[in-house]
């Protein structure tokens, strides 16, 4: 089975707690994004997942208990890149970095000035929704995280 690029997000604006982005499902806007800041040097809890391909897939998060996004690039469903490891990383609901330990959140809204997302259930619910419609529940497919920098 082939797999498909579905998800594309776009990093636009570092703030000094936070990295906000756009996500894009099938070449679509669909919501904003959160994560925490970028670095060279991993502080766990607190760092966003290097720029690049991931693979995704819709599985339970037995934290949250329902079905979200997983973000990996190892066989072990882990994230390893530039030196830096990762694990448990989701595309979830949150409104601030302090919810997000190195996930994506996910926002209907955001305000770009004090880095916060609203409507952050909704926005992951919709998205959550349109993965499984595309390609069903753990069917592995493609994410791309981008750093597109731009002043804010």
């Not at 079905?67 to 890149?81: A, E, G, K, S, V």
């Not at 990383?89 to 302090?98: E, P, W």
């Amino acid at each position: 089975m082939s797999r498909k690029n579905l998800i594309t997000i776009y990093r636009d604006i570092a703030l000094p707690g936070s990295t906000l982005g756009v996500l894009y499902f099938k070449d679509e806007f669909k919501c904003w994004t959160l994560e925490d800041p970028t670095r060279s040097v991993k502080v766990p809890g607190v760092t966003a997942i290097p720029a690049g391909g991931y693979f995704g897939r819709v599985t339970d998060s037995p934290r949250f208990g329902r079905p979200m996004t997983l973000i990996y690039n190892r066989r072990d469903f882990t994230i390893q890149r530039n030196g830096l490891q990762f694990s448990g990383v989701r595309i979830h609901a949150g409104n601030d970095a302090g919810d997000s330990s190195a996930c994506v959140l996910v926002g209907k809204r955001r305000d770009k000035d004090k880095g916060i997302l609203y409507q952050s259930r909704l926005a992951e619910d919709e998205l959550t929704t349109k993965v499984i419609d595309a390609v069903g529940m753990d069917t592995e497919f493609m994410i791309s995280v981008c750093e597109f920098w731009r002043e804010k």
